[in-house]
């Protein structure tokens, strides 16, 4: 018969947690001594139950091997411990030196502001200027260069405001004169036109025959 898989979690019902802790804890010892006998090992279990009570095994005397696990677990954790301290001391040096270094941009800004400038030397004043210029030329060339594009920016914009400009006019202009059609006419324009009206009248008033044969000899 196949045993089912049992979740392994806490027990809530307290009889049958006792009742599997004590299955388990003698079948935990009974392993503990087979792996001994089986396998000629040092084994040594302990066991404290939930209201603090101890079981343990030992395939010798436990005091014994107690005391091997002692000398092992400082030997072994030992030399773990020594390489962490080292790493630690290793970062403290690391930290000091980055210190050190903010120690000194510090006073360095301190100085280049003007301040703490008595305990300076000659030299160090020198220095100070050389990199005082260096500084004002570079923020002086990047203020240029802003300015300019600006300009650039400002002229652009305003070529594109008289190109508007220029093209508004000549809408206006071109939307205020009226076609021929529009435009009133003139009193020599209307004499000329009657006077086309009167030819025009005259010639159809002009009588014609039409004759079909031969023409006369």
């Known amino acids: 018969m196949v045993r089912g898989k049992i979740e392994i979690k806490r027990i809530e019902n307290v009889t049958s947690r006792q009742v599997t802790f004590s299955k388990r804890r003698k079948g935990l010892l009974k ?39 002692e000398i092992y677990r400082r030997e072994a954790f030992g030399e773990e411990r020594l390489q962490k301290e080292q790493y630690v001391q290793e970062l403290k040096k690391e930290m000091a030196v980055m210190m050190h270094k903010i120690e000194h941009l510090q006073l360095h800004c301190g100085k280049v502001m003007g301040q ?74 209307e004499k000329s036109a009657a006077s086309c009206g009167c030819g025009n009248m005259n010639i159809s008033d002009v009588k014609t025959d039409l004759f079909i044969g031969l023409p006369e000899s």
């Open 116 to 189: 703490d400038l008595d305990s300076c030397s000659v030299e160090e004043l020198k220095e100070l200027t050389i990199q005082i210029e260096k500084s004002l030329t570079i923020v002086r060339s990047r203020k240029a260069k802003l300015n300019e594009d600006k300009i650039e920016k400002l002229k652009a914009e305003i070529a594109g405001g008289k190109r508007v400009l220029n093209e508004r006019s000549r809408l206006q202009q071109m939307f205020e004169e009226k076609p021929l059609w529009m435009q009133p006419r003139s009193l020599e324009s």
């Open 31 to 69: 392993k503990a001594h087979e792996l001994s006998v089986l396998c000629d090992a040092q084994v040594a279990a302990i066991v404290f139950s939930q209201n603090g009570r101890l079981y343990d095994f030992a395939s010798s005397d436990m005091k014994k091997i107690m005391e091997r696990y």
